[in-house]
């Protein structure tokens, strides 16, 4: 069973992320992607962003996490959710873009970079990626969730030839430089 399998897990984790959400992420994604595009956010959680994605584009979340889908679907009967794991992205529909704030950091290195294999072949032509992660220089684990940390150089180093690199920059979001931001583009 995986951590947020677990109801009471999943409640500590809404407690813990009260008051951040992605809206910067949401409006710079608004400056790469036409607005009404197709979004599938992986690893929605309580699905705080996939409110904000939805608001702009035709959005579609996804987790492992049964508890999170139910949780969410309990309140939004009529949203597009999925049941995708990270790596494999087991769907056979395409998306102009994937998102994601904070989750893959969750992969190893090796699973990140068969996720971004997968996620050039769930994109259409030109389509867009979006993903954060933690900067740093070290990996950890807490309640046996995998927390990887990396550098831009790393990272850029890291993309598959399938895709160009539009941005990788630096911000804060609990202390400065944090965090990096990662829009990548399919080549066509």
Known sequence: ?????????VLEYIEMAEGFDGRELVEKL??????????????????????????????TGSDTSEVFLSRYRAEHPDADLLNLDAVTLDTDRKFQCI????????????ELLRSLVRQAEVLTPGGIALHTFW???KEETHHGLRF??????????????DFHILETSLYEEMEENDSIRLVIKRRR
Do not use: C, W
Not at 34 to 41: D, K, N, Y
Not at 148 to 161: F, G, Q, R
């Open 148 to 161: 990887v940390y990396y550098m831009v150089s790393e990272l850029e180093a890291m993309i598959p030839a």
């Open 1 to 9: 069973m995986s951590y947020y399998d677990d109801e009471q897990n």
């Open 135 to 137: 900067h740093g220089e």
């Open 30 to 59: 608004g400056a790469y992607l036409p607005e009404g595009s197709t979004v599938l956010e992986l690893g929605m959680g309580p699905g705080v962003d996939l409110e904000l994605l939805s608001q702009k584009f035709k959005a």
């Open 99 to 110: 998102y994601s704030n904070k989750v893959l950091h969750h992969l190893t290195r090796d």
